[in-house]
């Protein structure tokens, strides 16, 4: 069974930072990009960014990017978005997701993980 974990949520002032990890288990590390996405109250999942199997290629949102990094760690199954000079507007759940393909996408995740709250306060 595949599983994606989140952490590293919480609640921080506008302008702070917060990293986040995501812990995979099972097959989908291998081989898989990997994405974060979030979700806002009322409003759709959207996303924000993604990262090749070998992290060659990144790509991420207009909304993110300049603040946002997305990374991995192969050895350790455990991909990160650290969040820098947060906004009152990044408040939302944020998933992780896997991909079974080499390169990254806006869209086509296979797994998702249970989501983290980031709350950010004006």
């Known amino acids: 069974q595949v599983q994606l974990v989140e952490s590293g949520g919480g609640l921080v002032q506008a302008g702070g930072s917060l990293r986040l990890s995501c812990a995979a288990s099972?097959?989908?590390?291998?081989?898989?990009?990997m994405g974060w996405f979030r979700q806002a109250p009322g409003k759709e999942r959207e996303f924000v960014a993604a990262?090749?199997?070998?992290?060659?290629?990144?790509y991420y949102s207009d909304s993110v990017k300049g603040r946002f990094t997305i990374s991995r760690d192969n050895a350790k199954n455990t991909v990160y978005l650290q969040m820098n000079s947060l906004k009152a507007e990044d408040t939302a759940v944020y998933y992780c997701?896997?991909?079974?393909?080499?390169?990254?996408?806006?869209?086509?995740?296979?797994?998702w993980g249970q989501g983290t709250q980031v709350t950010v306060s004006a």
């Open positions: 099972g097959r989908t590390f291998g081989g898989s990009a």
């Open positions: 990262i090749s199997w070998i992290a060659t290629s990144t």
């Open positions: 997701a896997a991909r079974r393909k080499l390169l990254p996408s806006v869209g086509g995740y296979d797994y």
